[in-house]
């Protein structure tokens, strides 16, 4: 009956330009527009000209991990090689880190990815569905997306 799916992801933001900055330079995302009258600052960013994240000037502080809203904003990635590479350029950027490199999503599983924060403290991940084989689980016995 319904075909919903996720659009894009509107994520509000203390400082547009250097969150800006922070997704397009370190994950690659396009700028396809931008608002810049004062009090009303936004960016459209996306892939291939399709909108994935709107950031919008509107925190008054950093991410809340114990509010009500967003846990956090996962991006599945073509491979395992693509989630290294993310890694790579994320730490020459000098980003916050959740676990130190690739982790499985459990115990066992071949699924799982990288884990860190944006500027303001959103949880982020890149991860892939299978690849992290042996990999190791940094949350005993819950999904580690779920913790960090």
Request: with cysteine; charged share 20%; hydrophobic share 40%.
């Amino acid at each position: 009956m319904s075909t919903l799916r996720t659009g894009h992801v509107g994520l509000n933001v203390t400082d547009l330009d250097r969150s800006l900055a922070f997704y397009r330079d370190a994950l690659g995302f396009e700028p396809l527009g931008e608002g810049k009258e004062d009090g009303r600052r936004f960016a459209f960013l996306g892939r291939d000209g399709e909108l994935v994240l709107t950031l919008w000037q509107q925190a008054e502080g950093g991410y809340a991990p114990a509010a009500a809203g967003l846990h956090h904003l996962a991006f599945t990635a073509s491979g395992i090689d693509e989630v290294r590479a993310h890694e790579a350029r994320l730490r020459e950027l000098g980003t916050p880190f959740a676990h130190d490199g690739v982790v499985a999503h459990g115990e066992g599983t071949a699924s799982g990815g990288i884990f860190f924060h944006d500027p303001d403290g959103t949880r982020l991940e890149i991860s892939v569905p299978t690849g992290a084989h042996g990999a190791p689980a940094p949350t005993p016995g819950a999904p580690t997306c779920g913790f960090f």
